[in-house]
C-alpha cells in the first residue's frame, strides 16, 4: 500500500505565527491533496495539485498558501496563524486521474 | 457543491449483532471510499469502489451502480475493535477526483 507521510505530527503556534506542514510520498504519485478536519465533522479540501509546481484550489483555501517543490512533496503554509485555524489536517495522494487516494497520518496543530 | 449525506451520525451496537451505514449523494458519483477513524484520529482506509460490491472480513461495501446515487456499509458480527469514527467520501464525475466527505458515523459497540 502507497506510504504518505506528514511532518510535524504535532503543532503548536500562536496567533501571528508561520507555520508549514509537510507531506511526502514516494510513491511517483501525480496527484497530492492538504484536508482539514475539525470536530465532529468530515474532512474539507484545502488545497490540491496535480504535479510538481501546479497548484489548484480547494473548498476552504482561505488563510492557506500551499506549494507543490518536486513530486514528493507539497507543503501547506500558515502565514498569519489564526485560532480558527486550529485543527486535524491530512495530506493525501493518489497516482491517476480517478483513483483511490491514500492518506497520511494527520498533523495535529493548535493555534493559541 | 457535490453533497455527501451520511446516516446515521451515531450508532450502538451490541457485540454480535449486524448493521449498515448509508451515504446519499446529491449527484452522480464516480467513486466512494469508506473509512474508520480511531480514538487517535488515524484514517484507516476501509474500501474504495468505482462500482459493485467488495467484502473483507467482517466488512462488506457497495456502492450504487446504475445511478451511482448512494453507497452502504454493513457490518456483520460487530466487534469491540469496530467502535469508531466511519466516514464515506466520494469523487464527483468532474475533471478531477476531489473527494466529499460525509458527517461521518459515530459507531459504539457495546458488550
Known amino acids: 500500500e502507497a506510504a504518505v507521510t506528514q511532518s510535524p505530527r504535532n503543532k503548536v503556534t500562536v496567533t501571528g505565527g508561520n507555520v508549514t506542514l509537510s507531506c511526502r510520498q514516494t510513491n511517483s504519485h501525480n496527484y497530492m491533496y492538504w484536508y482539514r478536519q475539525d470536530t465532529g465533522h468530515g474532512l474539507r479540501l484545502i488545497h490540491y495539485s496535480y504535479g510538481a509546481g501546479n497548484l489548484q484550489i480547494g473548498d476552504v483555501p482561505d488563510g492557506y498558501k500551499a506549494t507543490r517543490t518536486t513530486q514528493e512533496d507539497f507543503f501547506l503554509l500558515l502565514e498569519l496563524a489564526s485560532p480558527s485555524q486550529t485543527s486535524l489536517y491530512f495530506c493525501?495522494?493518489?497516482?491517476?486521474?480517478?483513483?483511490?487516494?491514500?492518506f497520511g497520518p494527520g498533523t495535529r496543530l493548535t493555534v493559541l | 457543491g457535490d453533497q455527501v449525506e451520511q446516516s446515521p451520525s451515531a450508532l450502538s451496537l451490541h457485540e454480535g449483532t449486524d448493521s449498515a451505514l448509508r451515504c446519499n449523494f446529491t449527484?452522480?458519483?464516480?467513486?466512494v471510499q469508506w473509512f474508520r477513524q480511531n480514538s487517535r484520529g488515524s484514517l484507516i482506509s476501509l474500501f474504495y469502489?468505482?462500482?459493485?460490491t467488495k467484502e473483507n472480513g467482517r466488512l462488506k461495501s457497495a456502492f450504487d451502480s446504475k445511478e451511482r446515487r448512494y453507497s452502504t456499509l454493513h457490518i456483520r458480527d460487530a466487534q469491540l475493535e469496530d467502535s469508531g469514527t466511519y466516514f464515506c467520501a466520494a469523487a464527483g464525475t468532474g475533471g478531477n477526483n476531489k473527494l466529499t466527505f460525509g458527517q461521518g458515523t459515530v459507531l459504539s459497540v457495546i458488550p
Open positions: 469502489l468505482a462500482s459493485g
Open positions: 449527484t452522480t458519483m464516480r467513486s
Open positions: 493525501a495522494s493518489h497516482r491517476d486521474t480517478y483513483a483511490e487516494q491514500f
